[in-house]
C-alpha cells in the first residue's frame, strides 16, 4: 500500500501561480511513476503530469503543457506540481497517484494508489 497525502491547494487569481505537493509513504517511493489528475465538476477525472521514477521522464496533458511542472525528490518521498499562468478552466479538485514503475515514459492512466485530493480554485 502506498498512502499519499496532497498539500498546497487554495484560491488564487488568474494567472497567478501555486505549488502543490504530495507526500507519500508506505512503499519504497522511487519505484513508482507519480502523476496529477484533476477532476471539475461535473466532468471527468483527467491525467494532467506524470513522472517517471527518477524524474527523467515527463508528460503533460495539452492543456497545461508550458504552463504546469512537475517534479519530484525522492530522498523526501514528495511529488510536486508547480503551476503558473493559472486560468479559470484549471479549477478543479487536484489528486496525486502513484503507479509501480515499469520503465519508459508515465502512464496516464492505469493508477492505483490515489490521494484524497486538493481543492483548487482560480477566479476570474
Known amino acids: 500500500q502506498v498512502q499519499l497525502v496532497e498539500l498546497g491547494g487554495g484560491l488564487v487569481q488568474a494567472g497567478g501561480s501555486l505549488r502543490l505537493s504530495c507526500a507519500a509513504s508506505?512503499?519504497?517511493?522511487?519505484?513508482?511513476?507519480m502523476g496529477w489528475f484533476r477532476q471539475a465538476p461535473g466532468k471527468e477525472r483527467e491525467f494532467v503530469a506524470g513522472?517517471?521514477?527518477?524524474?527523467?521522464?515527463?508528460l503533460y496533458a495539452d492543456s497545461v503543457q508550458g504552463r504546469f511542472t512537475i517534479s519530484r525528490d525522492n530522498a523526501n518521498n514528495t511529488v510536486y506540481l508547480q503551476m503558473t499562468s493559472l486560468k479559470p478552466e484549471d479549477t478543479a479538485v487536484y489528486f496525486c497517484?502513484?503507479?509501480?514503475?515499469?520503465?519508459?515514459?508515465?502512464?496516464?492512466?492505469?493508477?492505483?494508489?490515489w490521494g484524497q485530493g486538493t481543492q483548487v480554485t482560480v477566479s476570474s
Open positions: 513522472i517517471s521514477r527518477k524524474g527523467i521522464y515527463t
Open positions: 508506505g512503499r519504497t517511493f522511487s519505484n513508482y511513476y
Open positions: 497517484a502513484a503507479r509501480p514503475w515499469v520503465g519508459g515514459l508515465p502512464p496516464q492512466n492505469g493508477y492505483d494508489y
